[in-house]
């Protein structure tokens, strides 16, 4: 059983009552000290999504047995397609600083449905300006398709936009939202 397995929208902390603004397709940012919560509120998040996806193409399973919904409509379910990307950024860096193998990767974290950073600021990567280019490749792309992008860091804003530069955070305004936690770590409480 992994830690976050059960993880619920609870309304415990800042960042879950946060998330609930959170919209399919837009691009977010999460900031907050270790252990306020961000990693739990992101699994619930994509806990409840998922669940909200069974809910709409069982509906639409239904309708097309009651034939209220027409086999086109059926077949613009996105749910078999619909895929995950959940990865912490020194996991990420590690992925693609391999020349190699690099492509792959970057492309399934480009075009996945869904791409979770968590964490983004704790990799460990001496050729910093690399990495950095390569997220403002990935993140470049995501906001022109308009696909569910959420990073997490222990990052401020301001720390923030002077790692990564000015792109992505003027991006991130105007397709989602950008959002500071305050709270303490609930670690050890
Ligand atoms: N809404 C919540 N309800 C119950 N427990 C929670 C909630 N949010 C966080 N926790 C618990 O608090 C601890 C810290 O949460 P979490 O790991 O999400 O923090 P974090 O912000 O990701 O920290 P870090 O920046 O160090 O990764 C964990 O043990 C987690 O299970
Ligand atoms: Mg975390």
């Not at 977010?28 to 409840?48: P, V």
């Not at 860091?153 to 305004?173: A, C, E, P, Q, W």
Request: aromatic content about 12%; hydrophobic content about 30%.
């Amino acid at each position: 059983m992994g830690k976050y397995d059960n993880a619920e929208m609870n309304d415990q902390t800042e960042v879950i009552r946060k998330l609930k603004d959170f919209i399919e397709g837009q691009g977010i940012i999460l900031s907050g000290k270790y252990g306020c919560g961000k990693t739990y509120a992101i699994h619930a998040l994509l806990h409840k999504l998922r669940r909200d996806r069974q809910k709409k193409h069982d509906d639409l399973m239904e309708g097309y047995k009651n034939k209220t919904v027409s086999w086109d409509d059926m077949n613009k379910s996105t749910f078999y397609s619909y895929e995950v990307e959940f990865i912490k950024a020194n996991e990420m860096y590690r992925n693609i600083k391999n020349f190699d193998k690099q492509d792959g990767y970057v492309d399934s974290y480009k075009y996945a449905a869904m791409l979770v950073i968590d964490d983004l600021g704790a990799e460990y990567c001496p050729d910093s300006g690399f990495f950095q280019s390569i997220i403002d490749e990935i993140i470049d792309v995501r906001y022109e398709l308009g696909r569910s992008t959420i990073i997490s860091t222990n990052l401020s804003i301001v720390d923030f936009r002077n790692r990564y530069g000015g792109r992505i955070t003027d991006r991130i305004k105007e397709w989602g939202w950008v959002y500071e936690s305050k709270e303490d770590s609930l670690r050890g409480k």
